[in-house]
Nanobody
Framework: VQLQAFGGGLVQAGGSLRLSCAAS????????MAWFRQAPGKEREFVAS????????YYADSAKGRFTISRDNTKNTGNLQMGRLTPEDTAVYYC?????????????????WGQGTLVTVSS
């Protein structure tokens, strides 16, 4: 599975942004999908994940109530709708896929990665 994240940009605090992840390969629909982010000087951290058939989602505490993860297997895409953004959300956001646990928060447990898209939230 090859992934490509896009949709990042500059947004003001309090605003919203929608990230997308385009997947290639006919087996994407069998993979769980996740979003991670990495701020400058920090480790990559888990944001949200969704099962292969969208029946379950899992969020980091920082994302609960503000972000929504979704996917459309007919289009081989995944999305992260982000709202009420703060400067602390500034980071490079990555999409990832695995066949293991959908709620795995360690980056090493995710097999495939997109190249990342930068989100900058200004105060």
């Amino acid at each position: 599975v090859q992934l490509q994240a896009f949709g990042g940009g500059l947004v003001q605090a309090g605003g919203s942004l929608r990230l997308s992840c385009a997947a290639s390969g006919r087996t994407f629909s069998t993979y769980n999908m996740a979003w991670f982010r990495q701020a400058p000087g920090k480790e990559r951290e888990f944001v949200a994940s969704i099962t292969w058939n969208s029946d379950r989602t899992y969020y980091a505490d920082s994302a609960k109530g503000r972000f929504t993860i979704s996917r459309d297997n007919t289009k081989n895409t995944g999305n992260l709708q982000m709202g009420r953004l703060t400067p602390e959300d500034t980071a490079v956001y990555y999409c990832a896929a695995n066949l293991g646990y959908y709620n795995a928060i360690l980056p090493a447990t995710w097999t495939y990665w997109g190249q990342g898209t930068l989100v900058t939230v200004s105060s």
